[in-house]
């Protein structure tokens, strides 16, 4: 069975500290790896993904096959970056979203 | 677009009671989710369907919660009886196919006295 592991519930840093929220995953096959992100009061929506291997709001997440990890980091923390992390995994087929159990970004001031 | 509806987007019911949570997905959309969201579980997927099919359904927790999407623009969830460890987040999100991205609702807030 597919597992997304997010080992941190609450990663507090300062603005313009580096950031990196964990992910890990568990699957055999080749999977598709995404990040979700809901800011308060807001919907959950996609932040990223791996194989579009784009940074969007500053944050990057590199595929490591070999870990088989997906951190999603970004060198200088803004305070607009407060918000719940999610990490998720898709098969090769189907579209059923496998998510982690979250992180909460607080960047302090 | 709207994006997807949910309602209602608070409920507050006594346990034993029946609840129905309500989903239009996004036009155009043929994948529908319902997820359930708590502090301990995070994000748990609980059924998906296809072209309004049922696909997936391993996630829902117990014969007490049922599903159905009678047509492409509306979906229920429902769970009779209600109990408090049903309080949580319940969201609805639809996306357009194969691993393209989903598309959230507002949620529902649902707790269960």
């Known amino acids: 069975a597919q597992r997304v592991t997010q080992p941190e519930k609450l990663l507090s840093v300062f603005k313009g500290a580096p950031v990196e929220l964990k992910c890990n995953y568990s699957?055999?096959?080749?999977?598709?790896l995404f990040w979700y992100v809901q800011y308060s009061r807001q919907r959950l929506q996609l932040l990223l993904r791996?194989?579009s291997r784009e940074s969007i709001k500053g944050f990057t997440a590199d595929l490591n096959k070999g870990e088989t990890s997906f951190h999603l980091k970004k060198p200088f923390a803004q305070e607009e970056d407060s918000a719940m992390y999610y990490c998720?995994?898709?098969?090769?087929?189907?579209?059923?979203?496998?998510f982690g159990a979250g992180t909460i970004l607080r960047v302090k001031s | 677009d709207a994006g997807v509806i949910q309602s209602p987007r608070h409920e507050v019911t006594e346990m034993g009671q029946e609840v129905t949570l309500r989903c239009k997905p996004i036009?155009?959309?043929?994948?529908l989710f319902w997820y359930r969201q708590t502090m301990m579980r995070g994000l748990e997927l609980l059924i998906y369907?296809?072209?309004?099919?049922?696909?997936?359904d391993s996630g829902m927790p117990e014969d007490r919660f049922s599903a159905k999407m009678p047509n492409a623009s509306f979906s229920t969830l429902k769970i009779q009886p209600s109990e408090p460890r049903d309080s949580a987040v319940y969201f609805c999100?639809?996306?357009?196919?194969?691993?393209?991205?989903?598309?959230f609702g507002p949620g529902t807030r649902l707790t269960v006295l």
């Open positions: 999100a639809s996306t357009s196919g194969l691993h393209n991205e989903q598309f």
């Open positions: 699957y055999s096959g080749s999977p598709e």
């Open positions: 791996h194989i």
């Open positions: 998720a995994l898709q098969r090769e087929y189907g579209n059923k979203l496998v």
């Open positions: 036009s155009g959309h043929n994948s």
């Open positions: 369907f296809n072209n309004n099919v049922p696909i997936d």
